[in-house]
């Protein structure tokens, strides 16, 4: 049966839109994505079962789309976002199935009768239903539908939280046994490029035999298939994941020649020479010839094929030339090397090692290095006939037994219907770190980033991170250690997927993008470059826009009035490609500059990381290891609110580019941005109040300004703390907004003197008088004192006062509500009552200053 969805695009989007901005669980799951879940997981589900025809499926689908709109509701949404207390309650009644699927552009095209809107309505019931229920129900067999939407609900549920409830899995399969068959392929690894080519390996492999992947957490893989459908066998699989991992963890080596003490041949690639070297012709032939490193290349390649042969030692003894190239190539004997070089080129010259390399390659034949061969000058050789030199040398190797070690650790890592034995892995693991406690030596030890027992030494051909001691530091935590850095293939493999243009200390900024149900991808088809787009727009605001100004953005889960930058229309090249694999994907985005701290890299991609999980995804973002945003993951105990955060970092980004553009803070901008805004509110205020005044020049433009503004009050930003009072940045520029619009009740300020002083004077007078310790009523009635001053001054010359009675009165209300808070923060937490005293004045000049503000703020 075929596996496509019932339901067209357009229509389900339509459906999915009336859900966007809502919630499903009370952990901060999405009402749209939980049903798109569901969709998701009913129609792989129903495809599988035989006597659900087109018509079935399609109303099964629908009802899946349907079954939780309830939840929208004022009432249910304020209990899942834990303010109100009660049970969620959300019975589809057919009127609302007939309602929202009228509303739905599209659903016309479907030509849904009466009884098609009886059994969508009717197979929305996924709770369970009583016998006595089940048989008001017209619909045949109404039971087996309504399960399928249950157990996909469960499903979605499970999987929303991205992990495989094997538990819930098996009650599944024990009911539908005879009906569907179900399995579970797993990795014992954390999230890394290795695990993602281990389950992409696996679903294709599954799907060969008619298996379809339901749902792929970050390390395992939920199947489904029609009963008695073939499983893989677990040794098969395992040897061909190595052989597989082998090849590409070799062809991915960042091979460096510039010195002859770097091994070329090193990691997986001393295990199979040959596959190395064919992994790796288009690299020799193009550098071969190289005048400058080409015999740098040739000569430490050979020696390593020969160090592999077992022929060093020997060839040493009978040929000059392979003795000259083995001293200079040692960590002990360059000195010796130097001086036979001398003795046997007659030079007096101290040259470097490069350079001897250079003179030996141009004045020797090849059978000066290769007994046997023919007496050809190395000098006219081209690349291909010095390539085929290395290839018969790697031929006759003989190297150390291939793979046992990973093979037998990848058994254990690897989780099918096969048992799995971790008592073995973790007996070797064991003995080796016993081992290695004792001798220091590489080849006893583990790997220090993931533990895994089969120890390599971290050449820089691997190209592994340096300066960093990964997760497992073993015995020697020291970033600079006696003995070398020990790690395994599999985190070499990692290295060589996120470090393919970078060596050394440099490093690759990738955003990963991850989700447990396939279906996610269909949603945005042109994903990977709209995020380097929109990564270089956060990066260099220039505009802000709602999502309605972006008409090929609308299909985004986004509410219309969601601000977005304006993206820029040409992306910086990066010479790397995005992996693909069935979890997700993996996009590299820049790399790291010199001097950029990881807080600065937190704030500057503070937006893009809670976009991306504000649009449903697992989004995490870093450099080789990609966990929250550069290792900063959410309180596991908290749902984060990704739209609040997204605004956030929007602020962030909008302050920094003003920080930059004004020259007040060139380097570490968002860094100093979001200190500003989190921890002195006041002086990121005071920037945004300056006008141009001789030299000062305004930090942002007007729409810029109002985005910021905007941003903030959205991101309910918290500015200061007390015991039991909180105050946010909305409620401080609401206060501002107060006290600015209410200004006439105030002394004027003299004739063209509109400065901080003279604006805020009336609060400060209370302001200051809470901070000298002052009872409240006593320093309130320094404001009053001024009312009465301004009522005076500006009295009719009939003696009629000017200002309504009833408008005093309301005003002095609030004011005292306002400042009252502002009090009881005074008693609670003195130094946040100077922040939150010194953001208010600040806020209150800019409100007065800029009319448009009063507006942002008036409307948010």
Not at 101 to 112: D, M
């Amino acid at each position: 049966m075929t596996e496509l969805p019932r339901v067209p695009r357009e229509i389900r989007q339509n459906l999915l839109r009336r859900q966007v901005g809502f919630l499903a669980k009370s952990d901060g799951t999405p009402l749209w994505l939980h049903s798109f879940g569901v969709w998701a997981i009913t129609a792989r589900l129903a495809s599988r079962i035989p006597r659900f025809d087109d018509r079935d499926r399609l109303h099964l689908e629908l009802a899946a789309l349907l079954h939780d709109d309830n939840k929208a509701t004022p009432r249910n949404q304020a209990i899942l976002a834990g303010q109100a207390e009660g049970a969620v309650c959300h019975p589809l009644a057919r009127a609302d199935v007939d309602q929202a699927l009228a509303q739905c552009p599209g659903a016309t095209a479907l030509q849904l009768g009466e009884v098609d809107l009886d059994r969508i309505w009717e197979f929305a019931h996924h709770h369970s239903l009583p016998d006595a229920e089940l048989k008001k129900l017209s619909t045949p067999g109404v039971g087996l539908y309504c399960s399928v939407l249950r157990w996909a609900d469960w499903l979605a549920s499970m999987v929303g939280r991205d992990e495989i409830d094997r538990e819930l899995v098996g009650r599944i399969r024990q009911t539908t046994q005879g009906i569907l068959d179900w399995t579970i392929f797993s990795v014992g690894r954390p999230a890394s490029p290795t695990t993602s080519f281990c389950l992409q390996q696996a679903v294709d492999r599954y799907r060969g035999l008619g298996w379809i992947p339901l749902a792929i957490t970050e390390q395992a893989v939920l199947f489904v298939a029609s009963p008695g459908t073939a499983l893989p066998t677990k040794a098969d699989f395992v040897r061909v994941l190595g052989d597989r991992l082998r090849q590409q963890s070799i062809a991915g080596q960042n091979i460096q020649f510039r010195y002859i003490r770097y091994e070329v041949l090193a990691g997986e690639a001393k295990a199979d020479p040959a596959g190395f070297l064919a992994a790796s012709e288009d690299f020799f032939l193009q550098n071969l010839g190289d005048v400058g490193n080409g015999p740098v290349l040739f000569f430490r390649t050979l020696m390593d094929l020969l160090k592999l042969g077992r022929k060093l030692a020997a060839w040493r003894k009978s040929l000059p030339a392979i003795d000259l190239l083995a001293k200079l190539g040692g960590t002990n004997s360059v000195t010796a090397g130097k001086a036979a070089w001398r003795a046997m080129s007659g030079e007096s010259d101290d040259l470097e090692i490069n350079e001897i390399l250079r003179r030996l390659f141009a004045t020797r034949h090849l059978a000066d290095l290769v007994p046997e061969a023919t007496a050809r000058p190395l000098r006219e050789m081209p690349p291909k006939e010095l390539f085929a030199v290395l290839t018969g040398l790697a031929g006759g190797s003989s190297p150390p037994p291939a793979g046992s070690g990973l093979a037998g650790v990848l058994a254990c890592l690897v989780g099918m219907e096969e048992e799995t034995d971790f008592v073995a892995l973790a007996k070797e693991a064991l003995a080796r770190y016993s081992d290695y406690k004792q001798t220091h030596r590489p080849k006893d030890g583990l790997c220090e980033q993931c533990a895994t027992p089969v120890p390599l030494e971290a050449k820089p051909t691997l190209n592994i991170p340096e300066g960093r001691t990964g997760g497992f530091t073993q015995v020697n935590a020291r970033v600079a250690s006696d003995s070398p850095k020990v790690i395994c293939p599999l985190c070499v493999f990692d290295a060589a997927a996120t470090r393919q243009a970078v060596s050394g200390k440099q490093a690759i900024i990738f955003a990963r993008l991850a989700s447990p149900l396939p279906e996610v991808w269909t949603l945005y088809p042109d994903l990977e470059p709209w995020v380097r787009r929109l990564d270089q727009a956060l990066q260099n605001i220039r505009e802000v826009r709602a999502l309605e100004s972006f008409p090929e953005l609308h299909d985004l889960p986004l509410p219309a009035r969601f601000p977005l930058p304006v993206l820029s229309g040409r992306v910086n090249p990066l010479d790397l490609a995005t992996q693909k694999s069935p979890r997700g994907l993996l996009i590299p985005l820049a790399k790291i500059k010199k001097g950029e701290g990881i807080k600065e890299l937190r704030a500057r991609y503070l937006a893009l990381y809670a976009l991306l999980n504000a649009l449903g995804f697992k989004a995490h973002i870093g450099r080789e290891e990609q966990t929250g945003l550069f290792g900063e993951t959410p309180d596991p105990g908290l749902a984060p609110d990704w739209v609040d955060r997204y605004r956030g970092g929007l602020a962030v980004s909008i302050l920094a580019y003003g920080l930059k553009r004004s020259g007040k803070k060139t380097s570490s901008a968002a860094t100093f941005a979001r200190n500003l805004l989190e921890s002195a509110p006041g002086v990121a205020l005071s920037l945004l109040g300056d006008a141009e005044e001789g030299q000062k020049k305004r930090l942002l433009d007007d729409s810029l300004l109002e985005a910021l503004i905007d941003n903030l009050m959205a991101a309910r930003l918290v500015i200061a703390t007390g015991k039991e009072i909180r105050f946010t940045m909305k409620e401080l520029l609401q206060d501002a907004l107060f006290f600015a619009t209410h200004s006439h009740f105030f002394p004027r300020p003299v004739q063209g003197q509109r400065t901080r002083h003279a604006v805020c004077k009336p609060v400060d007078a209370v302001m200051n008088a809470l901070l000298q310790g002052q009872a409240f009523e006593e320093a309130f009635s320094r404001l009053i004192a001024q009312l009465r001053e301004t009522v005076r001054n500006e009295a009719k010359p009939d003696g009629v006062a000017k200002y309504d009675q009833d408008d005093l009165v309301a005003f002095l209300k609030r004011a005292k509500d306002i400042l009252g808070r502002y009090a009881g923060l005074r008693r609670e937490n003195i130094a946040a009552f100077i922040r939150t005293k010194n953001a208010l004045r600040a806020a209150l000049f800019m409100v007065s200053r800029y009319p448009k503000i009063k507006e942002v703020i008036d409307h948010a």
